[in-house]
């Protein structure tokens, strides 16, 4: 069974640094392409940054230059450091792991707060 399970997030002062960690359980890491999404309430969720199983990485919308994606294949872990954080950062960040036709499977979210 796939599971994926956020941590890491939590209250920070604009300014600030965090590190989200995606551990994914059932065999399915290394040939998977990882994401991190965020969402916040009344809006659609949004891609914030992707690395494929070949390790290219992708960034979208503010994350372009503060934030920053990686991948630990022995661990089955994804992670996502997060610095220069500002308020409309706060959001709940998901992770997805996702291969093209086969599958797609996202975690629980873990809430990022950031406080001016």
């Known amino acids: 069974q796939v599971q994926l399970a956020e941590s890491g997030g939590g209250l920070v002062q604009a300014g600030g640094s965090l590190r989200l960690s995606c551990v994914v359980s059932?065999?399915?890491?290394?040939?998977?392409?990882m994401a991190w999404y965020r969402q916040v309430p009344g809006k659609q969720r949004e891609l914030v940054a992707k690395?494929?199983?070949?390790?290219?990485?992708n960034y979208f919308g503010s994350a372009k230059g503060r934030f920053s994606i990686s991948r630990d294949n022995a661990k089955d872990t994804v992670y996502l450091q997060m610095n220069s954080l500002q308020p409309e950062d706060t959001a709940v960040y998901y992770c997805?792991?996702?291969?093209?036709?086969?599958?797609?499977?996202w975690g629980q979210g873990t809430q990022v707060t950031v406080s001016s």
């Open positions: 690395i494929t199983s070949g390790g290219s990485i």
């Open positions: 059932g065999s399915i890491f290394s040939r998977s392409v």
């Open positions: 997805n792991a996702w291969r093209w036709n086969d599958y797609d499977y």
